[in-house]
């Protein structure tokens, strides 16, 4: 089945603590994208990545880093998380680009206490 | 700045009735734009997209969407709403410039369907 995984789906931790979230697909699409989605504020795009090894900035980048080390995959990382990055996180791909239908995954509820 | 807009963050209505869900966007030329649907608990799923030519697009769902380059619009509609219906809807732009990969989404409008 098509489809884009993420782990964990919920995920409690502390200010400071190290974490990351993964994100894979399996339809070989060259397009992965990270938002975070806050209530009254829609869903922002936090990184992006058009290949392999290429990666880009979206609207909210401070505070997380990403690394596409190989197609499938785009693991989120917030080396030091602060409550205000409590939120609901998307991974997304599509074939090539946003202007494809992206496909998202389930999502991530993050809380950092 | 690009931006995009749902004037609207939450509408009800009777199930069987009509729905128009708002969007508009400040650019300077035709963007990309797109509407997702998000039930609740799930990611998004795309409803429709419009690039250029036709104005009227036909989504999945039974939805439509009508590109209005005079009024900066795309609204969303459906002439007769379902129960399932029931979710969050957004309207999202890409600019269309050559080396855009970003997408923007607007806040979101809250659909509630009364039986």
């Known amino acids: 089945e098509a489809q884009v995984t993420q782990n964990p789906r919920y995920l409690i931790t502390v200010t400071g603590k190290k974490l990351t979230v993964t994100c894979s697909q399996n339809?070989?699409?060259?397009?992965m994208s990270w938002y975070r989605q806050d209530p009254g504020l829609g869903l922002r795009q936090i990184y992006y990545s058009m290949n392999v090894e290429v990666t880009d900035k979206g609207d909210v980048p401070e505070g997380y880093k990403v690394s596409r080390k190989e197609k499938r995959n785009f693991p989120l990382i917030l080396e030091s998380p602060s409550p205000n990055q409590t939120s609901l996180y998307f991974c997304?791909?599509?074939?090539?680009?946003?202007?494809?239908?992206?496909?998202f995954g389930p999502g991530t509820r993050l809380l950092v206490l | 700045a690009q931006s995009v807009t749902q004037p609207d963050i939450h509408i009800t209505v009777s199930e069987g009735a009509s729905l128009e869900l708002r969007c508009n966007y400040s650019?300077?030329?035709?963007?990309?734009l797109f509407w997702y649907v998000q039930s609740p608990g799930q990611g998004l799923q795309l409803l429709l997209k419009?690039?250029?030519?036709?104005?009227l697009v036909q989504g999945i769902k039974g939805f439509e969407a009508e590109f209005k380059r005079s009024q900066s619009s795309f609204n969303l509609r459906k002439p007769s709403v379902h129960w399932s219906d029931a979710a969050e809807y957004f309207c999202a732009f890409q600019d269309s410039g050559a080396g855009s990969y970003q997408l923007t989404f607007g806040k979101g409008t809250k659909l509630s369907v009364i039986p």
């Open positions: 339809m070989n699409h060259e397009y």
């Open positions: 650019y300077g030329a035709t963007p990309y």
């Open positions: 997304a791909s599509s074939l090539f680009g946003a202007r494809e239908t992206q496909y």
């Open positions: 419009y690039f250029s030519g036709d104005t």
